[in-house]
């Protein structure tokens, strides 16, 4: 009987004992259930700011330091020499190359004026007397000029450079030399007649002759231009147009590198026979052939913009200044300018009359209408202005888009096209403040939800991040610039913000990376709140997500860059919060994520520095209420600020002890044990019941871990008493969390005599009526932990205790084989030194007899009806737990049964 009793008192198992040490799956699945509990918790409130301003109004930036969001435009403040177009020469200071190609422009024009006395010669005396006196002083008037090129023209032209030494200057002289002869032995102005026929059967024909030799730059490459001017046989005709000299000059300038040309020093009328036409129609075939060039047919194109803009641009533009009054009208006005325009393609910077059309549109900026406005930015924007036109005009967009009212506009005439043109082209280094004001405007935009669908639509996102990495990328330290920068990256960071929560844009966020490279921002600038808030916002709405939460976690500097916010930034409680939720969200679901951030150098440390802090700011504010007469309080709809910090808090430390390591190191952690039991000292449920119940659950995780100098178990007494206050509560989800830490804190001999000296089983009994599974489970795994102490096991009798296990069984049973067999156990450690079935379990005897025998009927309680997974997960279940329990308690019962079934 003795060696019966050893045996049985072996098989009572205490709850939530560990008592293997490599457990099954289905044992981790029922700790996780029941022991550990990660905890989810709100996101923090973000409100929205009543203005659309450049900076919010929480911004930390002084007004001084900071770009304006109210300012004045108007036309003075648009540079009308920037406008002209991209082959415009601007004289700088002589040196000694420009010296050296002014004297060889004019040595060239000399040469060319002799060369044209020499073709009217070979015409004849007839013909040289009709068109000497035209020919003879359009040549005298060629004037050199030098050709210099800005930054915005084409890098490949450059001038050359004086020579270093003494052979280069040979070079440089031979060069010249050899300019000179061909230029006076070949035909330089004359053209040799060529049917339109032999024309196109030969169009790569070396016979026709205007070639010129010009000398490149440092290279010395000589670059041949070639043309070939019809004319009529009969009459020969020479047709000067200023119209084809300028069109030639522009086909040198860009044809040639380093190369000069020359231009005419005047208007010059047009020379033809009377009753002929001043050009030749371009269906007889003529071409003008320039060697060098792909386009062939520019004349023809330089014609065709020419009518195109007397015919169609220049009246609107007449029509734009006298309507100036008329708002609805130039407003109609500039849309035809606009569609015009794109149709004769002349949108951008190699339109010729562009200074002209700009002109008059910077005049309309005066004009008081943000309509108007707004169609004027996009023409402005479409002709690629630069520098300080280009930083007007992005101000202008600003101050339209700054008002609300206009965002109905602003979507149905594309600004945002314009303006991510801007983005996606203009120089960061160049253009930073007109880059500043273009991105304040999309932000703006980015408040509508129509234009913010259309955003991501339009491939915005990739632009975004494409702009954050150069900025990222160009970091020079705390200078001027940085700081320029970090003002572009609080407009971009916020719009990203407002992108977070569409699921588009989250997946675009993902592929392309955004978690890395807001992570290196995030790094760079720690010192600027205003970045920092907004990036942490962003990370805040996007690691609810459990797909960008594992491409968080997946940057592992991610956690360093969060603790060294936290520490800079402690009573910064709208970023301290949001830092803890992310952290939260890191550590919910993902193991790795847990350890790596315990592993980091004084995570533990700033975590408890924080509680202190809000602690001690809690204990302040409650006090404040309390010497205020702020009695009112006791039921808040919100918790306070230092409030939600501490309630975000204890959930990082709530999920970081479901690591089995770093659980065990926080329960050993006085300090930490120590915070969480002055919560439940100091709040009540009723003053705050997220955090009350959340240090319950995070004190049940840590008690859950038997280690030595357990901080949990030298403190398990008052932890008891403080349970005991909250399981007295009229809060359903306080005494459920209170009768989990019982569950563990039972094992103790301590306290199980604080459970029987407080009564506190008879409410564990009560709690079976209950109709949750939950609350069954919690408070018959406190029943069982009694039963392992024989001088206990008569309380069950009390209450009805047998009768509620039963009847819990047979609800429950079927449907959780988890609390079956929790049930079972309790039943088995009651019963152990029965004498006779009946005398244990009186009444409910046969009821327990067949309910056992039907429950472990695998045909009968198996519902093969169920999917597969849902099948096979019952089955684990029932098999590896209920089972073995259910047939040995069956067995005994048989045995000391008086009448066997």
Not at 23 to 51: G, K
Not at 817 to 830: M, P, R
Request: charged share 25%.
């Amino acid at each position: 009987m003795q060696a019966s009793k050893n045996k049985n008192t072996q098989k009572a198992e205490p709850f939530y004992r560990l008592s293997v040490p490599q457990p099954t799956s289905s044992e981790i699945i029922n700790e996780a259930r029941n022991v550990l509990r990660t905890l989810r918790t709100r996101r923090p409130f973000t409100p929205t700011d009543d203005q659309r301003k450049l900076f919010g109004s929480g911004s930390s930036r002084a007004p001084q330091n900071r770009p304006p969001s109210v300012f004045s435009l108007h036309a003075s403040s648009f540079d009308v020499t920037e406008s002209r177009p991209v082959s415009g020469v601007r004289l700088s200071p002589l040196d000694h190359k420009k010296v050296m190609s002014i004297n060889l422009n004019q040595q060239c024009a000399l040469a060319t004026k002799k060369r044209a006395n020499g073709i009217l010669e070979s015409f004849g005396s007839s013909i040289a007397s009709r068109f000497g006196r035209a020919i003879l002083p359009l040549c005298s008037a060629l004037k050199p000029i030098l050709v210099t090129f800005t930054k915005d023209e084409d890098s490949s032209i450059c001038l050359p450079k004086p020579p270093a030494d003494a052979t280069e200057v040979r070079k440089v002289n031979s060069a010249r030399a050899r300019l000179f002869r061909r230029t006076s032995q070949g035909n330089f102005l004359s053209a040799k007649m060529v049917s339109p026929d032999q024309n196109e059967e030969n169009p790569d024909s070396e016979e026709p002759s205007m070639k010129s030799n010009l000398c490149r730059s440092n290279d010395n490459c000589l670059a041949e231009q070639r043309s070939h001017t019809p004319f009529n046989d009969d009459s020969r005709q020479l047709i000067c147009n200023e119209h084809i000299s300028r069109l030639e000059r522009e086909d040198f300038l860009k044809g040639t590198t380093g190369t000069f040309f020359f231009q005419l020093g005047g208007e010059s009328d047009q020379m033809k026979k009377p009753g002929t036409s001043s050009s030749w129609p371009r269906s007889t075939g003529w071409k003008r052939k320039v060697t060098g060039l792909k386009d062939e047919t520019r004349l023809d194109k330089s014609e065709e913009e020419e009518i195109f803009w007397h015919r169609k641009i220049l009246p609107i533009l007449h029509e734009l200044e006298k309507v100036e009054d008329d708002i609805e009208n130039l407003c109609l006005a500039c849309t035809k300018l606009y569609q015009a325009l794109s149709e004769g393609n002349m949108l951008g910077k190699r339109f010729k009359r562009r200074s002209v059309l700009l002109k008059t549109l910077y005049k309309l900026v005066d004009v008081d209408s943000d309509p108007l406005c707004l169609k004027l930015a996009k023409i402005i924007l479409a002709m690629k202005v630069d520098g300080k036109n280009l930083l007007s005009v992005c101000k202008l967009a600003f101050k339209i888009c700054r008002n609300e009212e206009n965002d109905g506009v602003i979507q149905n005439d594309k600004l945002l096209d314009c303006l991510l043109e801007v983005l996606r082209t203009e120089d960061l280094h160049k253009n930073h403040e007109a880059l500043l004001y273009c991105m304040g405007a999309i932000k703006f935009m980015s408040g509508n939800a129509v234009l913010l669908n259309e955003m991501v639509n339009k491939g915005a996102i990739e632009m975004f991040l494409q702009l954050m990495k150069q900025i990222n990328n160009n970091t020079k330290g705390n200078d001027i610039y940085f700081s320029k920068l970090g003002h572009l990256l609080v407009q971009l960071t916020a719009t990203l913000r407002n992108l977070a929560e569409l699921p588009p844009a989250r997946q675009q966020l993902i592929c392309r990376g955004a978690a890395a490279e807001l992570c290196v921002a995030l790094e760079q600038r720690k010192c600027d709140r205003d970045v920092c808030t907004y990036i942490i916002r962003i990370f805040s709405k996007l690691s609810s997500y459990d797909d960008f939460c594992a491409a968080l976690a997946d940057c592992s500097r991610c956690y360093m860059v969060f603790l060294a916010l936290l520490n800079k930034h402690q009573k910064q409680q709208d970023l301290v919060i949001r830092i803890i939720f992310i952290l939260g969200n890191l550590t919910e679901k993902n193991n790795q994520a847990r350890e790596q951030f315990f592993k980091e150098r004084g995570s533990v440390n700033t975590l408890i520095s924080l509680f202190q802090t809000y602690h001690e700011l809690d204990l302040d504010a409650q006090k404040s209420y309390h010497e205020g007469g702020g009695e009112e309080r006791k039921h808040p709809k919100h918790p306070s600020e230092a409030e939600d910090v501490l309630i975000k808090l204890i959930r990082v430390l709530a999920n970081l002890s479901i690591h089995p390591s770093v659980g065990a190191a926080l329960a050993a952690a006085p300090r930490i044990v120590e915070l969480l039991v002055t919560v439940l000292e100091y709040k009540s449920v009723d003053d705050c019941e997220e955090l009350v119940i959340n240090a319950a659950t995070t004190i049940n995780n840590l008690s859950y871990y038997k280690v030595e100098s357990s901080a949990v178990q030298d403190k398990k007494i008052h932890i008891a008493e403080m349970l005991l206050k909250l399981l007295m509560s009229n809060n359903m989800d306080g005494v459920v969390e209170a009768v989990r830490v019982f569950g563990n804190l039972s094992q103790y001999h301590e306290i199980c005599d604080f459970i029987i000296q407080k009564k506190i089983y008879k409410f564990m009994i009560a709690l079976l009526d209950a109709k949750s599974q939950d609350v069954c489970f919690s408070a018959c795994g406190v029943l069982l932990n009694l039963t392992v102490d024989e001088n206990k096991r008569a309380l069950l009798m009390e209450e009805g205790g047998i009768g509620k296990l039963v009847d819990c069984l047979e609800d429950f049973g079927p449907t959780d084989w988890q609390l079956a067999c929790l049930i079972c156990k309790t039943l088995w450690n009651y019963s152990e030194n029965m004498t006779s079935v009946a005398s244990c379990f009186g009444e409910d005897t046969d009821t327990l007899l067949v309910l056992l025998t039907s429950l472990l009927d695998e045909e009968l309680v198996l519902d093969y009806s169920l999917n597969r997974d849902l099948r096979d997960y019952h089955r684990l279940y029932w098999e590896r737990e209920f089972k073995p329990v259910a047939e040995k308690l069956l067995h005994r019962l048989q045995s000391h049964h008086s009448f066997p079934l």
